[in-house]
Nanobody, 125 residues
């Protein structure tokens, strides 16, 4: 069983940056496909980014447009999401997720086995 805890959310002005972190405990994330999702009020949960467990290949939602960078450190059992050029539309609760042996379908939330509680990101002037 893996427990995931996100941190790094907060209030930031448009154009600003935030770095979200996800720390895992209970077991190694080494063989987990890891991802970030977000959910804004009244909207469905949306894929943000994911990273393959072995190849470190990365995947991003279309809306990211080069603004975000996902990374992982298997030795430290952590995953980060560097978010730049934030827009008010990025306001949402951001969730860290992990999928056992996940090697494809990273955009599908149903394929992930473990979820964090979420961290609020608010982009506003």
């Amino acid at each position: 069983q893996v427990e995931l805890v996100e941190s790094g959310g907060g209030l930031v002005q448009p154009g600003g940056s935030l770095r979200l972190s996800c720390v895992a405990s209970g077991d190694s994330i080494r063989r987990l496909g890891m991802g970030w999702f977000r959910q804004a009020p009244g909207k469905e949960r949306e894929f943000v980014a994911a990273i393959h467990w072995l190849e470190s290949t990365t995947y991003y939602g279309d809306f990211v447009k080069g603004r975000f960078i996902i990374s992982r450190d298997n030795a430290k059992n952590t995953m980060d999401l560097q978010m730049n050029a934030l827009e008010p539309e990025d306001t949402a609760v951001y969730y860290c997720a992990g999928g056992r042996g996940l090697v494809s379908g990273f955009t599908k939330s149903a394929l992930y086995d473990y979820w964090g509680q979420g961290t609020q990101v608010t982009v506003s002037s």
